[in-house]
Nanobody, 126 residues
Framework: QVQLVESGGGLVQAGGSLRLSCAASGRAFSSRGLGWFRQAPGKEREFVASISWSGTSTVYADSVKGRFTISRDNGENTVSLQMNNLKPEDTAVYYC???????????????????WGQGTQVTVSS
């Protein structure tokens, strides 16, 4: 079992930056692929970024590529999402997620993740 707790959300003006963090507890954190997803009001939860268990492979949604950076610290059991040049359309609840499968490729699909945090709100004003 893995527990995930996000932090770092808030209100920021367009063009600003935020850094989200997700602290994990439980078994084998360093062996699991991790992802960030977001859900805006009235919309489906969508993929934002993922990172492999080793940290050597990352994938980004086209909408955030070049602006967001995912990273992990296996010593601290954390995964972070640095968000720069934020836009109003980035407004959503952001969730971190972890895979049950060990040493797998991190997925871009919601179904590829078994553990989810409670989410943190990010609001970008224009």
């Amino acid at each position: 079992q893995v527990q995930l707790v996000e932090s770092g959300g808030g209100l920021v003006q367009a063009g600003g930056s935020l850094r989200l963090s997700c602290a994990a507890s439980g078994r084998a954190f360093s062996s699991r692929g991790l992802g960030w997803f977001r859900q805006a009001p009235g919309k489906e939860r969508e993929f934002v970024a993922s990172i492999s268990w080793s940290g050597t492979s990352t994938v980004y949604a086209d909408s955030v590529k070049g602006r967001f950076t995912i990273s992990r610290d296996n010593g601290e059991n954390t995964v972070s999402l640095q968000m720069n040049n934020l836009k109003p359309e980035d407004t959503a609840v952001y969730y971190c997620a972890a895979q049950r499968l060990l040493y797998g490729l991190a997925s871009t699909q919601k179904s590829g993740y078994d553990y989810w945090g409670q989410g943190t709100q990010v609001t970008v004003s224009s």
